[in-house]
Nanobody, 130 residues
Framework: QVQLVESGGGSVQTGGSLRLSCVTS????????MGWFRQAPGKEREGVAA????????YYTDSVKGRFTISQDNEKNTHYLQMSNLKPEDTAMYYC???????????????????????WGKGTLVNISS
């Protein structure tokens, strides 16, 4: 049974930092594009960042470039989202996700969309106060 379990959410003030973690089990990450989505109240779920197994090139949505960093520890089947200089508009439920996408599409973010994900975590809440 495939499971994705997020942790690391919480409440911080504007300008603060958080690191989200996603531990995967039940499948091998080696052919998967892994990353994060977020959904703020009243808004659609949006792709935030993604990285291919063993890859170097990562995708970031424009609003988080320069502030968020995605990384992975393949021996632990875990990937991370380091979030810095957080803003109130980053407040959302953050979801870990995985998809069997080619590495090229993963790095470009072209296919990092809700309808193409194979697996989802249950989410971890991030709240940024001003």
């Amino acid at each position: 049974q495939v499971q994705l379990v997020e942790s690391g959410g919480g409440s911080v003030q504007t300008g603060g930092s958080l690191r989200l973690s996603c531990v995967t089990s039940g499948y091998t990450n080696s052919k998967y594009c892994m990353g994060w989505f977020r959904q703020a109240p009243g808004k659609e779920r949006e792709g935030v960042a993604a990285i291919f197994f063993g890859g170097v090139r990562a995708y970031y949505t424009d609003s988080v470039k320069g502030r968020f960093t995605i990384s992975q520890d393949n021996e632990k089947n875990t990937h991370y989202l380091q979030m810095s200089n957080l803003k109130p508009e980053d407040t959302a439920m953050y979801y870990c996700a995985g998809a069997a996408l080619p590495s090229l599409l993963c790095g470009l973010g072209t296919a990092w969309s809700v309808d193409r994900m194979d697996y989802w975590g249950k989410g971890t809440l991030v709240n940024i106060s001003s």
